[in-house]
């Protein structure tokens, strides 16, 4: 068989292909969720501050919740903004 | 014994003896209340998302304590709200879980390693995505000059396409 860099496609082949989501923290293995850690959960909110459903994220029920605890402390210790714009 | 961790935001504006004062205050009023003190971390001056007390930064310090009684924290409650220089504060029970990760964090496990995993791992698939838009543009730029070649290659290569991306999969895992 031709090796992956050999086989040259005439239209990229992952257009339109939907990837299946999954749960990072089960993935990864990830048991606690830092709330002293905005950088990680800023990827748990859009650019309005807002938490992401999960079905944006594909967390599994038990971490959304965790995520969801976690970012209203850092809410809470102004690691995070309540209600912003352009936050990303 | 459970173990808490309590993080607060001192005032940015007093003098600098007056907040590391401000710290040890607490820590001893925690051992005098015969709290066992897991660690203690400076975070130090950070700026603020929104606005508190008119002050756009402060200077963040957890301490991780493990305590038998609830009124300890009560105690200690009382205490950071009648203070003046604290800006705010919680306490948040740890789980067997956040203990050990605060366990791995100080001794330098978690953080850097995890974060990096996951980039590459983005980065990875960034590439691919690259990898697969930049064969296709090449080909797109190549072809124009030749018009008539490319209809041919296009015929040979839906044949190979099906089980290959199968196989680097496979390959992949």
Do not use: W
Not at chain 1, 21 to 49: A, E, M, S, T, W
Not at chain 2, 126 to 139: A, H, L, S
């Amino acid at each position: 068989m031709a090796s992956k860099d050999e086989i040259k496609f005439l239209t990229n082949p992952n257009i339109g292909k939907l990837r299946k989501k999954y749960c990072r923290f089960k993935k990864f293995g990830i048991k606690h969720i830092d709330y002293k850690d905005p950088d990680f959960l800023i990827q748990f909110v859009n650019d309005q501050g807002k938490i992401l459903p999960r079905r944006i994220t594909g967390n599994s029920l038990k971490y959304q919740r965790k995520v969801s605890e976690a970012v209203k402390r850092a809410r809470h210790l102004a690691m995070m903004p309540y209600v912003t714009d352009l936050l990303k | 014994m459970r173990q808490y961790e309590v993080t607060f935001i001192i005032d940015p504006v007093l003098p600098n003896e007056e907040i590391t004062g401000a710290a040890k205050n607490y820590q001893e009023h925690l051992t005098q209340e015969g709290c066992e003190i897991v660690h203690v971390d400076a975070i130090g001056l950070k700026p603020l998302a929104y606005i508190i007390h008119k002050r756009s930064s402060g200077i963040y310090y957890t301490i991780e304590f493990r305590t038998e009684s609830q009124d300890t924290i009560e105690k200690l409650e009382l205490a950071l709200r009648r203070d003046e220089r604290i800006m705010r504060f919680l306490t948040v029970k740890l789980d067997k879980y956040g203990v050990k990760y605060n366990e791995d964090k100080r001794n330098g496990l978690i953080g850097k390693s995890k974060k990096e995993d996951r980039k590459r791992s983005d980065d990875d698939n960034e590439e691919d995505n690259r990898r697969g838009g930049g064969g296709y543009q090449g080909r797109a730029k190549t072809s124009p000059p030749p018009p008539p070649p490319p209809p041919p290659v296009a015929k040979e290569i839906p044949k190979v396409i099906p089980p290959a991306p199968v196989v680097a999969v496979d390959e992949e895992e």
